[in-house]
């Protein structure tokens, strides 16, 4: 008599991620975190960058050890790799280190990102230089040599680059982050031109008002949470991990004829919100 058991949840998975090796930039918390973690729940070994300094070096360390022990928990291998995305030797570090303890690289997830708010008027080259580094230089850096390592493999590869809603929406006193995500998506549709016919995709996430620890002043305070989701068609900000599924999902078999796009998962937010009542002059 046959005897039928219940699919693990991992068996439930996307398909084609179990056994990749995963590199997430940025993945100590928010955003990135989610995305190692959602990786790992697939079946898939991932190595979580973080950077490392001196004014953030104890959060930081918290942030990593948290997310190694969520990413532990799901019986894959998983490798801690500190770098600033934005120096290309550290990049270069990384992506060895990566594919020294995992073994190899199929999937990049170039999360890593910063902002600075300032009225465009007053601000200075070097914080433009510096956002533009690591958002968008950054982005190119470790692009350039997860592609050298799928081309090396032979077995194609997939790119994730975390872009933003404000690549397409004008975002006022945040002139670099609204440049570097715009260059992103241009980043994100050259590469995959490029690399198409050699089983390289290059796909991008554009995250809407998302739900992580860096913005909790907002998310706590009715008055500001209100301002927030007033502007988003389904009235509530994202959570990470709603961000770490499209990621998967980019990544994954399901999404092999998927290149040079990028899904906006903003509730919303990129359909002209204001054009939702009528105000034509008829």
Not at 129 to 145: P, Q, T, Y
Not at 260 to 273: A, Y
Request: glycine content about 10%; hydrophobic content about 40%; aromatic content about 6%.
């Amino acid at each position: 008599m046959s005897t039928s058991t219940q699919p693990t949840p991992r068996a439930l998975g996307m398909r084609g991620l179990e056994g990749k090796n995963v590199l997430v930039t940025g993945g100590t918390s928010g955003i990135g975190q989610a995305i190692a973690v959602r990786f790992a729940e697939h079946g898939a070994n991932v190595a979580i960058n973080y950077l490392r300094d001196p004014g953030e070096a104890a959060d930081t360390e918290q942030q990593v050890h948290a997310c190694k022990r969520r990413v532990h928990q799901q019986g894959v291998r998983d490798v801690l790799v500190g770098a600033d995305v934005s120096k290309e030797d550290e990049v270069e570090r990384m992506v060895q280190e990566t594919v020294d303890e995992l073994g190899g690289l199929d999937v990049l997830v170039n999360n890593a990102g910063i902002q600075i708010s300032r009225p465009s008027e007053e601000l200075s080259s070097a914080d433009f230089d510096k956002v533009l580094a690591v958002n968008l230089r950054g982005a190119f850096l470790c692009a350039r040599e997860a592609i050298k390592r799928f081309l090396r493999q032979g077995e194609g590869g997939s790119i994730i680059n975390v872009t933003s809603v404000h690549q397409i929406i004008p975002k006022p006193d945040y002139l670099g982050y609204s440049v570097s995500k715009g260059g992103m998506q241009n980043l994100t549709r050259t590469l995959a031109l490029e690399f198409a016919e050699r089983g390289i995709r290059v796909n991008g996430i554009g995250p809407g008002a998302t739900i992580t620890p860096i913005n909790r002043a907002w998310v706590d305070d009715p008055v500001k949470a209100e301002q927030v989701t007033s502007h988003i068609p389904q009235r509530r900000a994202g959570t990470a991990d709603e961000m770490g599924g499209v990621a998967c999902f980019l990544a994954s078999d399901d999404a092999a004829y998927i290149t040079g796009q990028t899904i906006f998962v903003d509730g919303g937010l990129t359909l002209f919100p204001s054009f939702r009542e009528p105000w034509s002059s008829e």
